[in-house]
């Protein structure tokens, strides 16, 4: 859903487009990394621990094993994620192109939001 939000960030045009790891790197580590619960959600082991602090490299090949990589096989061919570039294969015509990006992005932050707060609140419990 992080690659999807970033990916939203380009406008209702522009955001069902195909990206590449590096392209989305520097927004998916700055949104986990922003609050501290997130960090301490998604970059929680040995190996992403490592990647609080930001390394542009390192977090898009985070990015092409999980969640492009996952993503995308298990789609069912919605998503493709081949020479490095992930794809959403859809088409989208003009007059529909504001409600489709209105409704993803809310399912998009509310999936987002579910997450984290669920995780949060199960840490919290503990």
């Not at 082991?45 to 990589?69: A, F």
């Not at 990006?101 to 399912?107: A, D, H, L, R, S």
Request: hydrophobic residues 30%; contains cysteine.
């Amino acid at each position: 859903m992080v690659i999807l939000l970033s990916m939203l960030q380009r406008g209702k045009s522009k955001w069902y487009h195909s990206t590449t790891p590096e392209e989305v790197a520097s927004f998916f580590h700055q949104y986990l990394t922003e609050k501290e619960y997130r960090k301490k959600i998604d970059f929680n082991d040995k190996e992403t621990k490592k990647l609080w602090n930001y390394n542009k490299e390192k977090v898009s090949k985070l990015i092409d094993r999980m969640p492009m990589s996952k993503w995308s096989g298990s789609s069912k061919g919605l998503v493709t994620y081949e020479n490095n570039v992930f794809k959403i294969n859809i088409y989208v015509q003009k007059e529909d192109e504001d409600i489709l990006y209105e409704w993803t992005k809310q399912i998009c932050l509310y999936r987002l939001h579910y997450h984290f707060e669920r995780k949060a609140n199960n840490t919290t419990k503990k």
